[in-house]
């Protein structure tokens, strides 16, 4: 039986701090604020595959409050859903997701994006659609205040 999940995410854009999305650091003078390294498009992609499974977010398996995912990098968060599903006996299908970020270009870092999501979930980069649009300048977003992302993946789950 295929099944689909969605996520979302979105994190402060604050001086001082990497920007990391989809495991790539990105140059920018701000980054992603966060407790982990507050890579919205993991943390999508994450909720998505838990949400596939009936699962509970990422929050549940690794809350803010808890001194051990500070700082994380967030491909932990994939080794936790990728655990979940290999427990189910289950196959992610694909990924497909969208980050949503005035700035800065998102373009450049899809491929390298891919690559690092589809490793750290142990599936092929062709199995993951990362896509990147501005906010048109409206908005939080518009106003480089935040990122935000979206992500489905389809999971395969046996009966
Ligand atoms: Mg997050």
Not at 2 to 24: E, F, M, N, P, T
Not at 60 to 68: A, G, Q, S, Y
Not at 120 to 149: H, Q
């Amino acid at each position: 039986m295929v099944h689909v999940g969605i996520g979302y995410d979105v994190h402060q854009l604050v001086a001082g701090r990497k920007l990391v999305l989809g495991g790539v650091e990105i140059p920018h003078p701000k980054g992603l604020d966060g407790h982990s390294d507050a890579d919205a498009l993991m943390h999508a992609i994450c909720d998505a595959v838990l949400g596939a499974l009936g699962e509970e977010d990422i929050g549940h398996f690794f809350p803010n409050t808890d001194p051990r995912w500070k700082g994380v990098p967030s491909k932990m968060f994939f080794e936790e859903a990728a655990k979940q599903v290999a427990k189910r006996g289950a196959k992610i299908i694909n990924i497909d997701a969208t980050v949503i970020a005035q700035a800065p270009k998102i373009y450049p870092h899809i491929a390298e994006m891919k690559n690092r999501i589809a490793a750290a979930l142990g599936i092929l980069p062709a199995k993951v659609g990362v896509k990147a649009t501005t906010n048109e300048t409206m908005g939080f977003i518009g106003r480089e205040e935040g990122i935000a992302a979206m992500a489905v993946a389809s999971v395969n789950l046996p009966e």
